[in-house]
């Protein structure tokens, strides 16, 4: 993590990349802070309106060529651009240590490994999509829908780029892309990876600056085929407003409040691995993932050995070092609303205890709160922050109806001993993804979320399905 006591290298990112060219920003200056250190970390010229028309012709303009290139040449100048960031690791790495504040070895290992990890699988994808396919006398194509608007948010700022951006860019699709104002600075160091990997002037623009103006622009634009947005649920909902007046295609992927529920059949030795691996998920990234586990759910007689395994797992998060920030002075203020007394509903009780914080950066302590009632804020509402919520379930039937007792439906666990049962209880979870008895992240997989989390699935075959249209040609 940066030392608070130095200063930050600041970033100046004066131009944006479009039609294949550095231009200059017509828009004002953006100051990114580092969390961890609250200074700040770069500079950017945002995008203008006129900037944004611009993206948008660029990338209407480059469609055509784009679109029908042979499936192994788009392949191609993916791969190069895998090879690019994977080069330049410790380059992405550091920028997003600078300005999403997360420690060195999770800025490398979630931040920048993963999001290769999804353009290798991804590029596989491509080269076996079925772009055609026939039924009866039909030839079914897979045809890219035109422009994409990519509009991404702060937690992740080189993954969420890369799930949403690549896929596009492997189904034939051209992107205009607003990151996070929070963290924008990921983004052009991807946008040079793009440049120098030889993508087609056009392809990829970028277009920092506000979601009320530049996000607003293209999500209104007739010229953009489909908003792929990644962010909160209450924007994701305007975002679908909007694009329903020109009846644009939309993926979203939205908040969550996904649960880890405890079988009644798991030994002592399944227990304590859900506890120490849910409490890793969901103080990942400072609490800061969509998919966090933010409420454990276990058989009732177990509460208090449940509380003892959380508390001693949570003790180990110290701040400033294994637990990054979080992102912003605002976004510190609404997760310790989510402490304050009441928010667990009345019996609630914290089980962990307050341990030193940095004296620089937006650091909370992490928190366990057990004996939490189902239906208060605490277990409702999406905190992304380090805070678990520990709740008590009568029965098996009884936790899975817990863990589906939400507006949210986008991850999941399950731990059980006897397996068929554990994968049974998965397939009742209302979610989008579901781990059982610690299955890990696989970056060729669907991802996206049931109700409220969201609209779509992106990565992989499953990414690029999302920004195809499909036609049906008789003969
Ligand atoms: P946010 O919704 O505030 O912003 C996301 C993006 O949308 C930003 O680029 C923002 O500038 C833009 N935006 C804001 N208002 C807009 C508008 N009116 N029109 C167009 N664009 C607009 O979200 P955030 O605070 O950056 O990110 C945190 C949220 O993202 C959390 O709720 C989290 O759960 C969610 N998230 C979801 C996933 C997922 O895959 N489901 C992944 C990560 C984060």
Redesign the pocket.
């Known amino acids: 993590m940066t030392d608070a006591t130095t200063r930050d290298t600041v970033q100046r990112e004066a131009e944006l990349y479009i039609g294949g060219r550095w231009v200059p920003g017509g828009g004002t200056d953006l100051e990114v802070e580092n969390p961890a250190t609250e200074q700040v970390t770069g500079v950017i010229t945002q995008a203008s309106t006129g900037d944004v028309e611009a993206a948008v012709a660029a990338a209407k303009a480059a469609f055509p060529e784009w679109a029908g290139r042979p499936v192994a040449e788009r392949a191609a100048v993916l791969r190069r651009v895998r090879d690019i960031v994977a080069e330049r690791a410790d380059v992405f790495a550091d920028i997003i240590n600078r300005e999403q504040g997360s420690p060195p070895k999770l800025a490398r290992a979630l931040h920048v490994d993963t999001p290769i990890a999804v353009v290798d699988a991804t590029i596989a994808a491509l080269e076996r999509f079925p772009f055609a396919s026939e039924i009866g006398n039909s030839l079914i194509r897979r045809e890219p829908v035109g422009v994409v608007a990519a509009?991404?948010?702060?937690?992740?700022p080189l993954h969420?780029v890369v799930?949403k951006v690549v896929p596009a860019l492997a189904a034939g699709t051209t992107v205009v892309l607003?990151?996070?104002?929070?963290t924008p600075l990921a983004a052009f160091e991807l946008a040079r990876a793009f440049d120098a990997a030889g993508l087609p002037p056009g392809v990829f623009n970028l277009v920092p600056g506000?979601?009320?103006v530049?996000?607003?622009l293209?999500?209104r634009h007739p010229d953009v085929a489909q908003v792929s947005?990644?962010?909160?649920?209450?924007?994701?909902r305007?975002?679908a407003g909007?694009a329903a007046e020109t009846l644009k295609r939309v993926t979203l992927?939205?908040?969550?409040k996904s649960a880890s529920v405890v079988l009644s059949d798991a030994t002592d030795e399944l227990l304590a691995k859900a506890v120490k691996i849910t409490v890793a998920n969901c103080f990942l990234n400072g609490g800061?993932?969509?998919?966090a586990l933010s409420r454990l759910i276990v058989p009732g007689h177990r509460v208090e050995q449940v509380e003892e395994l959380a508390a001693a797992a949570a003790a180990k998060y110290a701040p400033g070092s294994r637990l990054g920030p979080l992102?912003s002075a605002d976004q510190r203020k609404e997760v310790e609303s989510f402490l304050e007394p009441g928010a667990g509903g009345s019996a609630a009780v914290t089980v962990t205890s307050p341990v030193d914080l940095p004296a620089h950066g937006f650091y909370v302590t992490p928190t366990v709160v057990s004996r939490v009632d189902p239906d208060s804020r605490l277990a409702q509402e999406?905190v992304?922050g380090p805070v678990l919520s520990i709740l008590s379930a009568g029965s098996d039937d009884d936790a899975v109806a817990i863990a589906n007792n939400s507006i949210y439906g986008?991850g999941g666990a399950v731990w059980g001993t006897d397996s068929d049962a554990a994968l049974a209880a998965a397939a009742r979870m209302q979610t989008g993804q579901v781990d059982v008895n610690g299955g890990t992240f696989n970056a060729g997989a669907p991802?996206?979320?049931y109700k409220q989390?969201?609209t779509g699935r992106?990565i992989g075959e499953y990414g690029i399905a999302d920004v195809c249209e499909i036609k049906a040609v008789q003969r």
């Open positions: 509009i991404t948010p702060w937690n992740l969420q799930v607003k990151p996070a104002g929070l506000s979601g009320r530049v996000g607003d293209l999500t947005f990644t962010g909160s649920t209450p924007v994701g305007t975002i909007v992927e939205l908040g969550g800061q993932t969509c998919t992102i999406e992304f986008l991802f996206g979320g989390s969201g992106e």
